[in-house]
């Protein structure tokens, strides 16, 4: 039987091996965390991360063929193929900080590999890591190998959170690069194997080891650009009586450029859009290429010009000031059908209607308090000019409220503010929110997911990102 061990039980480490397990019975799969509650969490009946499906994938082959465990060093050891799963955050400190990725994790992880190996392996790249980190990885290996043979391969994961399940078991592609020797290419065939148990062959690509690499970093770039390019265009529909809507959907017609990922928002969040294309640029500046890389940061400008040209249309919109007003925030997630807050838009929203002194009551159908006092309490990271994360005053902290209900979040508010696209904002009783609310109420949308005209009707005064405005907004100080 072939062993498989997962070294990284987080959003891409738990899902990928549960379906791994699932589709490959004549597999064993263990997945291993130095992280004693986030194995404990795997292997009860709360799972540590939200993802529609997951908890029946694992509930089907937990204890089978697959296996939670901290004993790393162990399945390590006994494994044929090791996947390396684990975080690759922005370096915050030191040479590279606020761009580059720390690899730290990877680097801990490869030491112990070659530490405790007493038979030859395939590990295979999952994290998102610079390109050439395979060659890195190699010396260290082979440097502490004691002629045990290490094959590295590159095979970057391609899921997004809250389809995970989905796009696991059905997968546009996958990629799998490697060396481009005889050792090589049987690696890439023993990994094409596991994969072949339920992915098209025609769907399994294969390539070098730097291409694999490079290609995660530049497809994430790609589909953040296009979420900036249509983000930029929301802002011109505003100035100038267009739809946003509308003309994603005329530009989107062509098949050259296809429909999806065309939706103006509040801005991309999630842990990786902003950390890679950091770390592109960064690879960019190492290697002589100022203007790539230039060309790559202005994608990340356009996304945080979004965020705040969203708080400034708030204020401006309520008389100019915030100040003591109550704003019911909706949605704290960076997406729906996730629980996940990384680099979530809401964050930076937040922070600025705090800036301004408002009162928050925020509701999140998946997200804790824990976490969004957690959240709110860091300073941003300024990617522009690191410094040192430090957190938030407190009394800043002391003005946001966690609920958990829409209706209790909205009563007595001044305004509401959709963050996340959660389908349960399309079909809350806005009557009944708009009779609690004060007056004039406003709301907000940041994901264009309430029927505005309707809304309207109400009583609302509504602002949806890209589309034309209010009376009473063109009537506002233009928004910077
Ligand atoms: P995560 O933080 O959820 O999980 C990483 C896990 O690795 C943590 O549980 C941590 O405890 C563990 N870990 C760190 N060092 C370890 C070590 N030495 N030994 C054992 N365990 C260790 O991260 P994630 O979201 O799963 O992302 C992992 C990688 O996959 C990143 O490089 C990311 O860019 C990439 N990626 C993420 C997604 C996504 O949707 N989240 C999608 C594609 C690719
Ligand atoms: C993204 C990619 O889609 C995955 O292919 C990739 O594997 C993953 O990053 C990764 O490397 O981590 P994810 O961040 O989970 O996946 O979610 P997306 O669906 O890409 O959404 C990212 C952000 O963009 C969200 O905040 C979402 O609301 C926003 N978005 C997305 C828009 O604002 N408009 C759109 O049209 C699409």
Same mark, same amino acid.
Do not use: I, S
């Given at each position: 039987m072939v062993k498989i061990c997962c070294i990284g039980a987080g959003y891409v480490g738990g899902p990928t091996m549960a379906v791994i397990a699932l589709k490959c019975p004549d597999i064993e799969v263990a997945v291993v965390d130095i992280s004693v509650s986030r194995i404990n969490a795997w292997n009860s009946? !709360?799972? +540590?991360i939200y993802e529609p499906g997951l908890d029946d994938v694992v509930k089907q082959r937990r204890g089978k063929n697959l296996f939670f465990s901290t004993d790393v060093e162990r399945h390590v050891m006994e494994a044929d193929i090791v996947f390396v799963s684990v975080n690759t955050p922005?370096?915050? !400190? &030191?040479? =590279?900080? =606020?761009?580059?990725?720390?690899?730290t994790y990877w680097e801990s992880a490869a030491r112990m590999i070659a530490d405790v190996s007493k038979s030859d392996k395939i590990v295979v790249e999952k994290s998102t890591v610079p390109v050439k980190t395979a060659e890195a990885i190699e010396k260290i290996l082979t440097h502490n190998s004691k002629g045990i043979n290490f094959q590295i391969l590159s095979n970057p994961e391609f899921l997004a959170e809250g389809t995970a399940i989905e796009d696991l078991f059905s997968p546009d592609r996958v990629l799998i690069g490697g060396r481009e020797t005889p050792a090589g290419q049987k690696a890439i065939q023993a990994l094409k194997e596991v994969y072949a148990h339920w992915v098209p #062959? #025609?769907?399994i690509i294969c390539s070098n080891l730097w291409s694999a690499e490079l290609s995660k970093l530049a497809a994430n770039a790609f589909l953040a650009q296009r979420i900036s390019s249509v983000n930029a265009i929301s802002a011109l529909c505003e100035a100038t009586g267009a739809n946003v809507t509308e003309v994603a959907h005329a530009v989107g017609k062509d098949t050259r450029i =296809? +429909? *999806?990922?065309?939706n103006a928002s509040v801005g991309f969040g999630g842990s990786c859009f902003q950390k890679d294309i950091l770390n592109l640029v960064y690879i960019c500046e190492c290697n002589g290429l100022p203007e790539v890389a230039n060309y790559w940061k202005q994608v990340i400008k356009i996304n945080d010009y979004q965020k705040s040209r969203f708080v400034n249309r708030v204020v401006s919109s309520m008389f100019n000031t915030v100040s003591g007003k109550k704003i019911a925030i909706l949605g704290f997630a960076f997406? *729906?059908?996730? &629980?996940d807050t990384r680099e979530t838009p809401a964050i930076d929203v937040c922070k600025g209607l705090l800036g301004d002194k408002a009162r928050l009551s925020i509701y999140d159908p998946q997200v804790s308090e824990d976490q969004i006092q957690r959240d709110l309490s860091m300073k941003k990271f300024?990617?522009?000019?690191p410094i040192h994360l430090q957190p938030q005053s407190p009394t800043a902290v002391k003005q946001v409220g966690v609920v958990w209900d829409a209706y209790e979040a909205t009563k007595g508010a001044h305004g509401i503010c959709i963050l996340t696209e959660w389908d349960e904002f399309k079909s809350l009783d806005y009557k009944k929110i708009y009779d609690q609310m004060q007056k004039p109420a406003f709301v907000f949308d940041g994901r264009n997911v309430v029927d505005a005209e309707k809304l309207r009707q109400i009583g609302f005064i509504v602002y949806s990102i890209g589309k034309p405005l209010d009376e009473w907004l063109k009537d506002m100080p233009a928004v910077a």
């Open positions: 009946d !709360q799972l +540590p922005t370096k915050t !400190q &030191g040479l =590279g900080a =606020g761009k580059a990725a720390d690899l #062959e #025609e769907r =296809g +429909p *999806k990922f065309l997406k *729906k059908d996730t &629980g300024d990617w522009d000019h």
